[in-house]
Structure formats: C-alpha cells, structure tokens
C-alpha cells in the first residue's frame, strides 16, 4: 500500500511513535524516526525496519532545538531519496496546577509540541509532492480535561487542532492532506497500563480499557495511504470512548 514511498516519524524510538514506523515500514514505506536521547532504542527500531526489507534511518534530534527538526526533514529527504510523509509525533508530557508549572516548561512544551509541529511541515513542503501527507498525533485531553493538573498540556495539543484544519486548507490545492489523530490512555512507557493512576483513566473510558500503540499507528496508517485521499482537516480521536 505505501510501496515507494519515504516517511518521518518523530519521536519514534518508543511508544506509538516506534508502532507507527513499523507499521508504516510493514506497508511497504522506508521510515526515518527522530530521537532525543535514546539511540540505542531508536537503533532497535531502525533494525526491525530494515528487517522488513525496507530502508531505515535514525536522526537525533530534539524537538526542542528548531535547527535540528529543520536538519532531521532535510537529512530523511536527502538519504531516503524523498518525503512522502510526516508524521508530527514526538511529544512530553508536563503535569502541574497552573501555579507550580514553570515558566521554562511552557516554553519547552509549546517548542516540542507546537513550534516544532508547525516548522517540520513547513520544512517538509519543500521535498513533498502533490498528494502527500501530514498526521500529527494530538490528544483526546485537547478537547476534554476531566482531571487537574494538565492545563498546559491540553492547551499545548489544543494548537494542532488549528494547525490541522488551517494547514488543510493552505495545502488542498496540491492534494496534500493533513490530519490529527487523538489517541487517549495509551499503554506505554509514559503512560503505561499497569500505572497507580491506570484504574482512574480506565474507569473514564467506555471500553474500560487502554489503547495498545498499534492501535494507533492503524489509524495513522490508513491516513498515509491511498484511500485516504479524500480525508483532511479532519480529527481521529481514539479514546476508547473517554470523550464520548
């Protein structure tokens, strides 16, 4: 389905953005990720891509450092041959009251989560055809805060719902779509399902239960390819029924 085609994934050593890469590459896509601090594990990922006989790349690169995004589009296009798709993936997650949360770690936030977001689909116009794609993984805490504690978050991942609705219409003439996807818990190492706090968000879900990564990267995966062209601005919450 994606056969011949190049993606980015940043953030994708670990969680949903390394479920992401794999899948991609199982489709038939060479997959570049970006890394901040984890080689070894973004190496492990680039090793199971290429075990699928597709090309793979791992670039360091901390969302928080513009140059480095700028760098991370620029080298995927240059050593993949191309970008086909950009997958706006890397992420952290700040907690605190309104009151305790630093003034430095909204910065950073708004960096990772918005600036960066905003400059890597910028950069990757550039080597993108007509017909491309750009995902952007938000969170289902965007549109609804049921618990304290994530004012900054939420209105960090609020931003990609403008971004993904605004960016649509400036892209539609060359067929490029942009999409969000929202997941909700999701069993990882950041938020993983055997978590103290684990029972409370399963409890707010209809399923009663969280996401597996490869959930996700099912969504995005079919956002990326063929009959998903006439989907854009649009948003995918996958919440298991917490925002319904």
Known sequence: ???????????????????????????????AITYASAKDRAEAVVERITATGRRGLAIAADNTDSAAVLDAVDRTAAELGGLDILVNNAGIFPSGLIGEVTEEEVDRTLAVHVRAVYLASQAALKHMPDGGRIISIGSNLAERVPFPGVALYSMSKAALLGFTRGAARDLGPRGITV???QPGSTDTDMNPADAGDAGHQRALSALGR??????????????????A???????????GGTNA
Request: glycine residues 12%; charged residues 15%; aromatic residues 4%.
């Open 179 to 181: 999409n969000l996807v």
């Open 1 to 31: 389905m994606l056969a011949g085609k190049t993606a980015l994934v940043t953030g994708g050593s670990r969680g949903i953005g390394a479920a992401i890469a794999l899948r991609l590459a199982d489709l038939g896509a060479d997959v």
């Open 210 to 227: 969280f996401a597996d990564p490869r959930e996700i990267a099912e969504t995005v995966a079919h956002l990326a390819g063929p009959n």
């Open 229 to 239: 062209r006439n989907i854009t601005g649009s948003v995918f919450t996958v919440d």
